[in-house]
């Protein structure tokens, strides 16, 4: 230890200035030794960094030379076909790339464990020291990030709450915005319709396709009862428009002023009148759409069989026997097979009637409009059930009565639209409300009288389907404000046939479920065209008859349906009534004719309230 060593013994025992003396350089020669090594220490470490720094670079420089070599070889393969070359290049590259990265991997643990050993001595040696202050100042620390979290947590909870009334405000209001925006669309679709209403009676001398919207289309959907959409909107599609006309008195009364001298006020209130030819051909058209709706029920009743009707004789010359019994499921499946054939010709007869009917159709599809949506599928799914319902009630009791208590769906439509939308009913369709509801109760077919089929089921049933048919004329006349009645029929029929098919794929109870003899299929699906082409014939025969007659005279053609459907069953199958059923019949008749005759002439009321008022 240098000088020291030479001191005697007793040199500490006779002076403290000297031991403290010998401990102080003592305590310097440990310092200097410290110094000494972390000096060498930090010299071996920047050695080996330099070194390491050297071997990454010859290490980057191999790469970039076994990358060159690689392409050189690859260029030499390319030009000289040397693939042995190549090979023994990239095998001496890997072996000296190996080489390099096993070298320094063991430079660098041995770096790690010497600056590792140096660094625990001095740690060791620090602690000691720190210790007490370091302890001290962990707590202060604790404390203060505690006292930290709590004020951010108190913050945070501030600034959720605040976020959360904010957001409740703003739902509120867009709520109210978007109520105020939806009655807003009602009462401007409304005006608008009022508006094009007035202004086609007006001034257009013929009906232009606008006007199938509230009488055509609905009656063609139908397809197994006769005129019924042709009805359906007369005794409530019409009250609400004008309920709102009367409430808005601007849009009433809307002459043509341009039009027509201010001496002649008049002249310029009074529609042109149609030929009377074209009223005369659509009249006609009505009555063969009517007559063709009644065969197609006449039919259906022909189709199907029971076990007191297994055959039917055709006009009392030859047996045809039936195809299928009046089940859910069989029923399903008869509406399933016409409605394809629909499908597979509809699609041409809609653009030959409408041509821009897929310009429509791709504008509903892509308007993404869910309420939209909504109307046109629930129209269509209350369609379906109607359907359903009604070849039900035919092959269970006879078809005139059928067709006849389906015809109560213009007292479900006067009651929902005084529920819904406020339009409360004239004298007039009360009288002819009670009028139907007293032929209804007239028609219903005796029990005493021997009639085939479940009597009950057959009644429930055609009651229900004019419940549902009331159900969806009240939709499709939300639904056609916004899409014309003929995208809209291709959709509605779409709408069927999906409905069809889900319920068909769902497994039925056997008493439910499609019950048909495997020998009888082509027999079936003959019937299913047949059914099909009746279809059409009567959408194409309405279309022009609401063109060339007006909706409001076709649609009392339509009232004709029960009878017309009557007497071809007599004539084709000799089914006969009861003389208080004929009377029933005859008296829903007159009730739906006087709801259309009504409609009509509330229609005409605008266009003569400007002339009488400059009289």
Same mark, same amino acid.
């Given at each position: ?101 096993? %070298? ?12 590792? &050993? ?130 808005? $008195?601007?849009?009433? $009364? ?21 030929? #009377? ?16 709706? @009644? ?28 195809? /299928? ?10 509406? &399933? ?25 791709? %504008? ?36 005139? /009565? ?7 769906? $213009? ?12 339009? %409360?009913p004239t004298i007039i369709r009360i009288l002819a409300m009670c009028v139907i509801t007293g032929g209804g109760v007239l028609a219903l077919p ?15 049933? #055609?009651?229900?389907?004019? /419940? ?24 509605g029929f779409l709408s069927i046939l999906i409905f069809c098919s889900v319920s068909l794929l769902v497994p039925l109870p056997s008493n439910l ?40 005279? #076709? @649609? ?42 009504? %409609? ?16």
């Amino acid at each position: 230890m240098g000088p020291l060593d030479n001191r005697p013994e007793n040199f500490a025992a006779g002076d403290p200035r000297a031991v403290e003396t010998a401990l102080r350089a003592v305590t310097q020669e440990l310092k200097h030794l410290q110094q000494d090594l972390i000096l060498q220490v930090a010299q071996d470490i920047t050695r080996l960094l330099g070194e390491k720094s050297r071997l990454n670079e010859d290490i980057d420089k191999l790469r970039i030379q076994q990358q060159q070599l690689r392409l050189q070889q690859i260029e030499g393969i390319s030009q000289q076909n040397n693939a042995q070359q190549q090979q023994l290049a990239q095998q001496l590259a890997e072996i000296v790339a190996s080489q390099l990265q096993e %070298r320094l991997t063991t430079r660098l643990d041995q770096m790690a464990d010497t600056l590792r &050993l140096s660094l625990s001595d001095a740690s060791i040696k620090a602690q000691s020291l720190d210790t007490s202050a370091s302890r001290n100042q962990r707590k202060g620390s604790g404390v203060l990030l505690a006292s930290m979290d709590g004020t951010l947590m108190e913050n945070y909870q501030a600034v959720q709450a605040e976020i959360d009334n904010n957001q409740s405000a703003l739902s509120e209001q867009l709520n109210r915005l978007n109520s105020l925006q939806q009655q807003g669309e009602v009462i401007l679709e409304a005006l608008v319709n009022r508006l094009i209403e007035q202004l086609q009676n007006e001034a257009s001398p013929l009906h232009t396709t606008a006007h199938l919207t509230q009488e055509d289309i609905q009656r063609l959907l139908q397809g197994a009862m006769p005129a019924q959409l042709g009805q359906l909107q007369g005794s409530n599609s019409t009250g609400v428009l004008d309920r709102l006309g009367e409430r808005t $008195p601007p849009i009433a $009364p809307v002459p043509p002023v341009s039009e027509a001298p201010v001496a002649q006020p008049a002249a310029a209130t009074t529609p042109p009148a149609k030929p #009377a030819s074209l009223v005369q051909v659509g009249l006609v058209l009505a009555l063969i759409s009517s007559m063709v709706l @009644s065969l197609f029920n006449v039919c259906l009743k022909i189709i199907l069989k029971s076990s007191a009707f297994p055959t039917r004789r055709i006009l009392g010359l030859f047996d045809l026997p039936g195809v /299928i019994t009046p089940g859910f499921g069989n029923s399903l499946l008869i509406l &399933l097979l016409r409605t394809i054939v629909v499908i597979a010709v509809m699609p041409i007869l809609a653009t030959f009637l409408y041509p821009q009917v897929w310009q429509d159709m791709k %504008r509903f599809v892509s308007s993404g409009d869910s309420s939209q949506w909504a109307k046109v599928i629930g129209s269509g799914f209350f369609l379906f059930l109607s359907q359903v319902l009604i070849y039900i009630a035919i092959g269970n009791i006879p078809t005139g /009565i059928a067709i006849t208590i389906f015809f109560i769906y $213009p007292i479900v439509t006067v009651f929902a639209s005084w529920a819904l939308f406020g339009d %409360r009913p004239t004298i007039i369709r009360i009288l002819a409300m009670c009028v139907i509801t007293g032929g209804g109760v007239l028609a219903l077919p005796s029990v005493t009288a021997g009639a085939a089929g479940n009597l009950q089921l057959g009644v429930g049933a #055609a009651v229900g389907a004019g /419940i549902t048919f009331a159900g969806y004329v009240l939709m499709a006349q939300l639904g056609q404000k916004k899409l014309h009645p003929i995208p809209f029929t291709l959709v509605g029929f779409l709408s069927i046939l999906i409905f069809c098919s889900v319920s068909l794929l769902v497994p039925l109870p056997s008493n439910l479920a499609v019950q048909v003899d495997s020998s009888l299929w082509p027999q079936l699906v003959v019937s299913g065209i047949v059914l099909g082409l009746f279809t059409l014939a009567s959408y194409l025969l309405n279309n022009f008859a609401i063109r060339y007659a007006g909706a409001a005279l #076709a @649609s009392i053609i339509g009232t004709s349906g029960p009878a017309l459907t009557a007497l071809f069953g007599f004539l084709l199958i000799q089914e006969t009534l009861q003389s208080k059923q004929i009377g029933g019949m005859v008296l829903v008749t007159l009730g739906v004719a006087a709801m259309s005759v009504e %409609r009509m002439l509330g229609q005409k009321k605008p266009a003569v309230q400007p002339a009488t008022a400059t009289k």
